[in-house]
């Protein structure tokens, strides 16, 4: 119930105003490496430095204008560049929301097909987030062009907790594409989704076992610990080294466990998320684990809060 709560409210445009004035001294600095390419960059050379690989998002879904999602494309041309500078082993995701794609199709085509391009110029790799379940099939077509069209450094993303992600598998471990396997962050209906976490889970592990068995490079993206004991069990029972998949986790969630992984041989790449527009990511990171509202809480109640804490700092980062 708490759960659903949250979701709802990462749709509320007056929390979001209430919110947003506080800024990171809610708690978003535990999830967001800041609100500028700066403040992101600091954090990403820490944790390459550490061992650690990682992708990173500018923050941001729906815009409203073709002039929006220009700015958009322009922000991660250069955040493409950035990468590329400072000689980072980072890599971006993106959603095609934040591209046009829900106002107009074709604009979100030409503005990922840009992306894509100038990706591969820079010798990096494009992730395609997945969204509501509104856009999963537009998602997966646009990715299917672009792999058509010869973009081989791009991928995407499914999220065990559809009733299709199955069959959209299929069709992407046919491909070749490069899958991140995910449970789902969004408020989806009992019709479209699972509802109880004992169904995502034996989603997630079926999907898992599919795409260590026959898909490319997967990415294994869960902080769940009975996850991550399915996937290693399942790896070393059918051969599969440990360089043949990567975990994924969310930045300041289970750094020890991070670490751990890393420190055993596993290629561990931390997803990053940076920029101005952290409501609803923040709502989200609640929604999975609303045992995090305590942490927002303690904030609130807190003289010092995040107050003098530099974006992307350890501090207030105790693994959930």
Request: hydrophobic share 45%; aromatic share 4%; charged share 25%.
């Given at each position: 119930?708490?759960?659903?709560?949250?979701?709802?409210?990462?749709?509320?445009?007056?929390?979001?105003?209430?919110?947003?004035r506080?800024?990171?001294?809610?708690?978003a600095a535990r999830f967001v490496a800041g609100e500028t390419l700066d403040d992101a960059v600091v954090v990403l050379r820490r944790l390459n430095e550490s061992g650690l690989r990682a992708n990173t998002t500018l923050l941001g879904e729906g815009v409203g204008s073709e002039a929006e999602t220009r700015a958009v494309v322009d922000s991660y041309t250069t955040i493409l560049d950035r990468i590329a500078?400072?000689?980072?082993?980072?890599?971006?995701?993106?959603?095609?929301?934040?591209?046009?794609?829900?106002?107009?199709?074709?604009?979100?085509?030409?503005?990922?097909?840009?992306?894509?391009?100038?990706?591969?110029?820079?010798?990096?790799?494009?992730?395609l987030d997945m969204e509501r379940s509104n856009h999963?099939?537009?998602?997966?077509?646009?990715?299917e062009t672009l792999w058509n069209l010869g973009y081989r450094q791009a991928g995407v993303v499914i999220q065990s907790y559809l009733r299709r992600s199955a069959a959209d598998l299929e069709r992407m471990i046919a491909l070749g594409a490069r899958v991140r396997l995910v449970k789902g962050a969004y408020k989806e209906s009992r019709s479209v989704a699972f509802q109880q976490k004992t169904e995502v889970d034996a989603s997630y592990i079926d999907?898992?076992?599919?795409?260590?068995?026959?898909?490319?490079?997967?990415?294994?993206?869960?902080?769940?610990?009975?996850?991550?004991?399915?996937?290693?069990t399942f790896a070393e029972q059918h051969g599969i080294p440990k360089t043949g998949y990567e975990f994924q986790m969310l930045y300041g969630i289970r750094r020890d466990l991070q670490m751990q992984l890393a420190s055993e041989g596993h290629p561990i790449r931390v997803y990053v998320p940076f920029g101005r527009e952290w409501f609803p990511y923040f709502m989200r990171r609640l929604g999975?684990?609303?045992?995090?509202?305590?942490?927002?809480?303690?904030?609130?109640?807190?003289?010092?809060?995040?107050?003098?804490?530099?974006?992307?700092?350890?501090r207030g980062q105790t693994p959930v």
């Open positions: 119930m708490l759960k659903q709560t949250i979701l709802a409210a990462a749709e509320s445009p007056r929390l979001q105003r209430v919110v947003q506080h800024g990171m001294r809610l708690g500078a400072e000689r980072l082993r980072v890599n971006v995701a993106l959603k095609l929301t934040h591209l046009g794609l829900s106002f107009d199709e074709e604009l979100a085509r030409v503005n990922i097909g840009e992306l894509v391009a100038h990706a591969a110029d820079r010798g990096n790799f494009v992730r999963t099939d537009l998602t997966l077509d646009i990715f999907l898992m076992k599919r795409l260590l068995s026959a898909g490319t490079y997967p990415a294994i993206a869960t902080h769940d610990p009975a996850m991550i004991a399915a996937t290693r999975e684990r609303p045992a995090n509202v305590g942490f927002v809480l303690k904030n609130l109640r807190s003289d010092r809060g995040d107050r003098g804490v530099r974006p992307g700092s350890d």
